[in-house]
């Protein structure tokens, strides 16, 4: 039996994630929705995991939440917004000051269909938040990272990123263009392409860590309700809402092909992990698409990346640091 046909069988748990003890793991987004998900399964499994989220009173309550299921959870909140480069820095920072090493890094946080808005620096607000933010704060995490004897980093993507295209360099805040979902579709590809980058990197900097790209499928959380409140997701909006309602796996499930990515012992830098129905299902390894054009989108993304935030990527010169 190949290894595809043999994940066709498998239903990975949380209770397939090995022992974590000794390892530190940063999460963004880590105050609800599949980020909090993610924090308290890698909690349960012994990792001291720093949870870089915005909001810090609902960051307590994820604290108080994952306590109430792990009382022995090594926990850490660290201030970060994702909009705001300064803060990404100073987020960066003081985990780099207190953390000799970063085996686990899952670049989880995001906003999906807002209005039209700008962060701190002038970016649109999901390329902003969902990519350049990550980007950015990858970057200052690199040392730690390679440092350690096997990192990973994991970035969540969405099948949304195929309703859209890939970013424009000549007007990646798409002004003048704009629309709730182009702009996310766009954002979400520009994870994806990040994961392909990043392991690219790695592998020509002969490095042992390992980027892997991952989706949830329709996971209801309170993704779908913050687009519903904000307006900006049309008409959409609404019906994705109540269709996550009704048919969306419970974030402990959804959360899954993140996990598996960050966990599963034999998976692979450059894998794509995602539900086995595309929406909803197993969490298995999936193919990786549009190979053809992926080195050239890859590139421009590097780019505008380092373009618009002013941070270099760079593994080799990371590994002086």
């Known amino acids: 039996m190949n290894i595809q046909s043999e994940e066709m069988h498998m239903a990975w748990t949380q209770h397939d994630i090995p022992d974590q003890s000794g390892r530190t793991a940063v999460v963004t987004g880590a105050n609800g929705g599949l980020g909090l998900e993610t924090a308290k399964a890698l909690a349960g499994a012994g990792a001291h995991v720093v949870m870089a989220v915005r909001n810090q009173e609902k960051a307590a309550e994820a604290v108080t939440e994952i306590r109430a299921a792990h009382p022995d959870a090594s926990l850490e909140l660290v201030p970060l917004d994702l909009g705001d480069l300064s803060s990404v820095a100073q987020a960066a920072e003081k985990i780099v000051a207190d953390h000799d090493t970063i085996d686990l890094l899952v670049n989880n946080a995001g906003v999906m269909a807002m209005p039209e808005r700008r962060t701190v620096d002038g970016f649109e607000m999901q390329f902003g938040v969902d990519h350049l933010g990550h980007f950015a704060f990858t970057a200052h995490l690199l040392p730690q990272l390679l440092r350690a004897p096997a990192a990973r980093v994991v970035t969540v993507t969405s099948t949304a990123r195929f309703?859209?295209?890939?970013?424009?360099?000549?007007?990646?805040?798409?002004?003048?263009?704009?629309?709730?979902?182009?702009?996310?579709?766009?954002?979400?590809?520009?994870?994806?392409?990040?994961?392909?980058?990043?392991?690219?990197?790695?592998?020509?900097?002969?490095?042992?860590?390992?980027?892997?790209?991952?989706?949830?499928?329709?996971?209801?959380t309170d993704l779908q309700a913050h687009t519903v409140s904000q307006g900006g997701g049309g008409w959409a909006g609404p019906f994705f809402h109540k269709l996550t309602m009704r048919m969306g796996m419970p974030p402990a499930i959804g959360v899954r092909p993140q996990l598996r990515a960050a966990t599963d012992p034999r998976a692979r830098g450059g894998e794509l992990y995602a539900p086995m129905f595309a929406s909803n299902g197993a969490a298995v390894r999936r193919p990786i698409l549009r190979r053809f054009d992926a080195t050239k989108r890859i590139n421009e993304l590097w780019v505008v990346s380092e373009r618009e935030t002013g941070v270099t990527l760079d593994v080799v010169a990371a590994l002086d640091r």
Do not use: C, D
């Not at 182009?182 to 994806?192: D, E, G, H, R, V």
């Open 163 to 220: 309703l859209g295209g890939p970013v424009n360099p000549a007007n990646p805040h798409l002004e003048g263009n704009y629309g709730a979902w182009k702009s996310y579709a766009q954002a979400k590809m520009a994870n994806y392409h990040f994961g392909l980058g990043l392991q690219r990197a790695f592998e020509r900097a002969g490095v042992t860590a390992q980027s892997l790209i991952a989706h949830p499928g329709l996971s209801n």
